[in-house]
């Protein structure tokens, strides 16, 4: 059974940084497409950072376009989500997820149906 566990939440102020850990363990991390998701109160889950397995693209959603970046150690099976200039409308619970699919197109790799397996999320509060 595959096991996705995020690490590295917390209370950060406007401006500060985090790097958010997703471990993967029980399964092959390489069969899988691993993304990272948001969800804020009152607000749907979205795609932060969505992966095409079938060409390793990352999308990243217009609001965390170059401050956020997904970063992977192979070795380690673990997922990175390293956040910069971190904003109050960041703040959310953000979790990763795995699908067993390649999932070629953008829509499809931020599409929460095609995801499988689901951490049990971090904490990300941006507050000053």
């Known amino acids: 059974q595959l096991q996705l566990v995020e690490s590295g939440g917390g209370l950060v102020q406007p401006g500060g940084s985090l790097k958010l850990t997703c471990a993967v363990s029980?399964?092959?991390?390489?069969?899988?497409?691993i993304s990272w998701f948001r969800q804020a109160p009152g607000k749907e889950r979205e795609g932060v950072a969505c992966t095409s397995r079938s060409n390793g693209k990352v999308h990243y959603s217009d609001s965390v376009k170059g401050r956020f970046t997904l970063s992977r150690d192979n070795a380690e099976n673990t997922v990175y989500l390293q956040m910069y200039n971190l904003e109050p409308e960041d703040t959310a619970v953000y979790s990763c997820?795995?699908?067993?699919?390649?999932?070629?197109?953008?829509?499809?790799?931020?599409?929460?149906?095609?995801?499988?397996?689901w951490g049990q999320g971090t904490q990300v509060t941006v507050s000053s």
């Open positions: 029980g399964g092959e991390r390489n069969y899988y497409t």
């Open positions: 997820a795995a699908s067993p699919s390649i999932l070629r197109s953008e829509s499809a790799a931020c599409d929460v149906h095609e995801y499988a397996h």
